[in-house]
């Protein structure tokens, strides 16, 4: 057993759970994980949807119970809990209860931080780093629409649609070890953070923003990777061959046509050898490149393209790894800096989708995920590191496209994108005067 303290809080955490019985004496049971920090947005409508946070082994056994402050609550059922008007500083208590006895099996306990929304006359910097979540704007109507975050600058090298001056960097299909890597024989791919060490700055290939051209100037393209891996991006500094205009010294590309690095050495492209070079992720380099203002705030939201489809037993090491050398990096950018890791999905879809996902395994396969993330990067605010539990809002029955009794788009709950923006709202606003 394991002891947190919280506050005047003491949170006891078994650790006597498996994930199946492996013999006669072994039983199967449920569980839940929750950080200890909770952000809600005050008077707008917050979502809290249960079995995001339960590890669902036998679904009919347990259930979620989640109390606050009377005041807050707008709504609750056994399915979900709605708070709209949040106390701050209020611990939220999320108990797991046995429907046989009524016997309370866990309980865990969050401390409340409330974001007020529509405020902030300085202009804040944030950006978004994620797969096809991020590619797909989800935080477009907490983060714009709705203007629940005044001023804010949304910083990266792709552009959002009908939001001038707004961007992010999201890349549907990405997982963490793609962006500590360059893979030049794709002509999808173009990582801007993976970089030389040195003098040398590296500007992707030119079969990428060739690509890039063809999406700008043609209409109704059919061939899917074209357009979804290389649109929004602004094609200013380059030429229709896909080569960098107005190089500097000692800035590389990969040419496609030659399959060589080129480099400019001050009058012309001359072939480069790049066995030698030392590449690295490299947060500053990347801003500076870009000509991009130092976020205040990194959304990390991954998880799902890392793990969903593998061991149901997941391996965190390289990824542990690779994680930290991104918060590393930021924070050597941005020393004053927020990382905020969300919480990625549990909830992936109900079993009749027309994908033919067994989502039942995909969503025990997460909550490991999640467990694993609040194990390992709860608590360490003073590091600059923080998490929220964005995926918390994301209902598995109703916040999936549906026709004909199927559900379609699996994994990505496209309905429920509004409420999945609101928790990241909260926190922005919560820490944006302090």
Known sequence: MSYKFLGNLI??????FHLFAQGPNQVTQNQ?????NTYLMDNVDNYIYNQTMMRRWKPYDDFVRISCSVTSL???SGKRTIINKPVNGDTLRVDLINVENIDTVQTVYSIIKTGEPYKGDKAINVQFLGDSFTSGVYFRDAFIDSGYVPNVNLIGTRSISEAPGQAHEGRGGWSVYKYFSNDTSDPYFYNPYWQPKGKYRYWGSTKFWQNCYYVKTHKNIKEFDIKYFCSHYDLTFYSQEGKRLKPKKNDLMWDSDIKSYIRWNGHK???????????SFN????LDMQELKKPEFLIFMFGLNDFRDGNLHPNFDLWDREVKEMIQSYKQ?????????????????????QRMQFTIRQNAIMWEVRKHIIETFDNIENQGVYIVDACATIDNEHGFKEQGGMQYGNPHPYPNYPKLGVPIAAFVQYYRNK
């Open 333 to 353: 950018a941005v020393p004053n800096g927020k990382f905020v890791i969300c919480t990625p999905p549990t909830s992936c879809g109900v079993l009749n989708n």
């Open 269 to 279: 492209w001359e072939k480069f050898k790049g066995d030698s070079l030392n590449w």
């Open 32 to 36: 839940i994980t929750y950080p200890s």
């Open 11 to 16: 949170i006891l955490s078994t650790c006597c």
């Open 74 to 76: 707008k709504a609750q």
């Open 283 to 286: 947060y500053k380099k990347y």
